[in-house]
């Protein structure tokens, strides 16, 4: 089994690879999603930040002070 960085870095490359097909770039002149490439590709970075700091705030303890 993969683990998760390897997972990103394999999407990551998917996406490069998607931006890059003539398919795509056919349909990229007239093709306006809500979401882009990049915001996928941006999302993969941001998990990649939450992996390496993680929050310093135990979520589980802030929920049970919280009740």
Same mark, same amino acid.
């Given at each position: 089994?993969?683990? /998760?960085? #390897? /997972?990103? $870095? !394999? ?11 003539? +398919? @795509? ?5 007239? @093709?306006?999603? !809500?979401?882009?490439?990049? !915001? ?5 970075? @941001?998990?990649?930040?939450?992996? +390496? ?5 135990? $979520?589980?303890?802030? #929920?049970?002070? /919280?009740?």
């Amino acid at each position: 089994m993969k683990t /998760l960085q #390897e /997972l990103i $870095v !394999d999407a990551h490359l998917a996406i490069a690879e998607i931006r890059n097909h003539p +398919e @795509y770039q056919a349909i990229a002149k007239t @093709y306006s999603p !809500d979401l882009t490439l990049g !915001d996928a590709a941006t999302a993969l970075t @941001y998990l990649e930040w939450e992996l +390496e700091n993680p929050p310093s705030i135990n $979520v589980a303890k802030l #929920e049970a002070f /919280l009740e």
